[in-house]
């Protein structure tokens, strides 16, 4: 399977091109970069960075939902699985290869890969992995699943299942959940319509970054909340989600085990944001000064 | 429950005679514009057998000066005990510290900025005596300013104690306002300190669920205090109040799941300390509901933050400020 790596989140100048010399590295993959409409500047040096390179679309952001971005993403791909590059971020060419070898395995629509590769100053370490793999290797259990996110388990994803998620219909609490990341829609999809075209690679998909094996506290907020969400969105599928095709009633049989990552999911976050709250600096949300790039 | 304080003779307790000592602990940073209301308001506390402990938390404004004004020209019968930190220690420690300079089995909280009623102190020792609850809330007024202020709880709210189970089904309602707590020592005698790493605020979220482990919460519905608002109120460190709607709901929620998740930890701990029992572990059980409902809003508010490019920050406002709280 050959991955499509979209950089869809705000980036400042300096960290899009950064990005995109790093996937320079792997000539398999396909790029989508979608910058900020309001910076002009910024999309004609990206453009102009991407035009020696064919692989690559930019596109503008002009302020779409992410949802949005996706389904589009996921309209125009030319590659069999999509992968949202976090900012910072490169590929791990192990899990490439890997990815590489699934189209033997019915070129499956939800792929789960486990926690970043460490890569040293000088580059990636080959064959390293900092996270244990997922085993076994192949199908993977809602279990595993929620084990691995807090590794920081990459998802990535067929089109055609973005595609087919884009279309279902939705009610209001669902569509502010697929406004926060799509790995939520993904993760309930996986629970209800996905059974048995999932697949867990061995390798990881990312490689750490350079100098910061822990993250910022911006990335480990994210990470954690995003796990959090991805539970919150869990939680209304199982109470409100039809069984499913399997027979498998998921309100009896997952809401104890969901109870209790919920609430290591909730103590994740608490002890990422509570120093900065005993610190007396106050929460607030605004709009980015320097943009954080997401993560699936 | 334990009811023992029941067979204490009621008529010699409406005089003040004989009764428990009872302490109100006031708590004060930069609370300059305040204090003086706040303290003569303690002062003129009807309730005999009282302490009054005013624990500064090394205020760079006026408080202190106007409280040892105050101070120096009482001559009425409360014992007063005055105190003032070298450097500025938050408000748990300047809390803490105050609980330690009286022995009062039943402790109320008085900030430096709101002012109680003269006979409140007098009702929440009477109730404390009548129902044997480990902590007892009342209503409060609220606003800018006392001559405006709006009743703070829903004015069709009844007295009476509310369950622990009825606690599980919320985070916190206006019936849990700290500011008017009164609560007995053996609160922090059996749960210890808020661990502050864990519950850096929220100990108001807290309290109650430690009392209903113990001999009760009890919500009391008269307007005993008037409790203040202003910008510089701790209670606006908790989340963002000047933003929008959907930043405050985040912050707010995200706050409000933090001291979910302490009330868990409490409630477990309590059931490993002393035994689970079925009404332990359904509360457990009920939490854990509760906690779920508000990570989905939780969720909401943030997917559409981040969907609008939003981002996160802790950071420090311009008028850096740290009242007193539980």
Excluded at chain 1, 133 to 158: I, K, Q, W, Y
Excluded at chain 2, 46 to 64: E, G, H, K, N, Y
Aim: neutral net charge.
């Amino acid at each position: 399977m050959r991955l499509e790596v979209l950089l869809l989140d705000d980036r400042v100048e300096r960290e899009a091109l950064a990005d995109l010399a790093s996937l320079a590295a792997f000539p398999e993959v396909y790029i989508q970069a979608w910058v900020p409409a309001r910076d002009v500047l910024q999309k004609d040096r990206i453009a102009q960075a991407a035009l020696d390179d064919p692989r690559t679309l930019v596109f503008t952001q002009n302020n779409v939902a992410r949802r949005q971005r996706l389904a589009h993403a996921a309209k125009v791909a030319r590659g069999e699985c999509l992968l949202v590059l976090p900012t910072g971020r490169s590929l791990n060419p192990d899990g490439l290869a890997e990815l590489a070898q699934l189209a033997a395995h019915g070129g499956p629509r939800f792929v789960l890969a486990p926690g970043s590769a460490p890569r040293s100053a000088s580059g990636i370490d080959p064959g390293a992995t900092s996270a244990a793999p997922l085993a076994p290797r192949g199908r993977f259990s809602l279990a595993e699943l929620l084990r691995h996110l807090d590794a920081g388990a990459t998802v990535a994803v067929a089109p055609d299942a973005l595609l087919e998620l884009d279309a279902l219909p939705r009610s209001a609490d669902d569509a502010s959940l697929w406004g926060a990341f799509s790995a939520l829609e993904f993760a309930a999809y996986f629970l209800e319509r996905s059974a048995g075209r999932e697949w867990a690679l061995g390798t990881p998909l990312l490689a750490e970054p350079a100098h910061s094996h822990a993250g910022g506290f911006a990335e480990q907020e994210a990470r954690a909340a995003w796990k959090l969400q991805v539970l919150a969105a869990l939680s209304f599928a199982v109470d409100h989600g039809d069984p499913s095709p399997n027979g498998v009633t998921y309100r009896e049989a997952r809401h104890e085990r969901l109870g209790g990552a919920l609430v290591e999911a909730v103590r994740t976050l608490s002890t990422i944001r509570n120093p900065k709250v005993l610190a007396g600096l106050p929460p607030a949300w605004a709009a980015p000064r320097v943009p954080v790039g997401g993560a699936w | 429950m334990d009811r023992i304080r029941t067979a204490i003779d009621g008529e010699a307790l409406r005089s003040g005679g004989g009764a428990p000592r009872v302490a109100m602990l006031m708590t004060t940073f930069r609370h300059g514009a305040f204090v003086g209301e706040a303290l003569r308001a303690a002062l003129a506390q009807t309730w005999s057998a009282l302490d009054i402990v005013v624990s500064d938390d090394c205020s760079d404004d006026q408080t202190w000066s106007i409280v040892t004004d105050i101070a120096g020209r009482y001559t009425g019968p409360h014992r007063l005990v005055l105190m003032r930190h070298g450097q500025n220690g938050g408000a748990a420690k300047n809390l803490l510290a105050a609980m330690e300079r009286t022995d009062a089995a039943l402790l109320l909280l008085a900030h430096g900025d709101d002012i109680s009623m003269p006979n409140r102190v007098q009702r929440v020792a009477e109730t404390w005596i009548a129902t044997g609850a480990s902590l007892i809330s009342h209503q409060a007024i609220s606003g800018p300013d006392p001559a405006e202020a709006q009743p703070f709880a829903a004015e069709g709210s009844r007295s009476g104690p509310v369950s622990l189970a009825a606690l599980c089904r919320h985070s916190w309602t206006p019936h849990m306002l700290g500011a008017t707590f009164g609560f007995e020592r053996r609160i922090f005698d059996e749960f210890g300190p808020f661990d502050r790493a864990r519950l850096p605020r929220g100990g108001d979220h807290v309290l109650p669920t430690r009392a209903a482990l113990l001999g009760g919460f009890y919500y009391l519905h008269e307007p005993l205090m008037f409790w203040r608002r202003h910008p510089g109120q701790m209670t606006h460190h908790t989340a963002d109040f000047a933003g929008g709607g959907l930043s405050h709901a985040e912050t707010w929620k995200a706050y409000d799941l933090n001291a979910l998740l302490y009330r868990l930890d409490e409630i477990r701990g309590f059931a490993g300390r002393h035994g689970s029992t079925p009404l332990l572990a359904q509360a457990e059980r009920t939490l854990i509901a509760t906690i779920a409902k508000h990570v989905r809003d939780w969720s909401v508010a943030r997917g559409a933050l981040e969907s609008q490019g939003q981002t996160l920050r802790f950071e420090r406002r311009q008028q850096q400020v740290q009242g007193a709280g539980a």
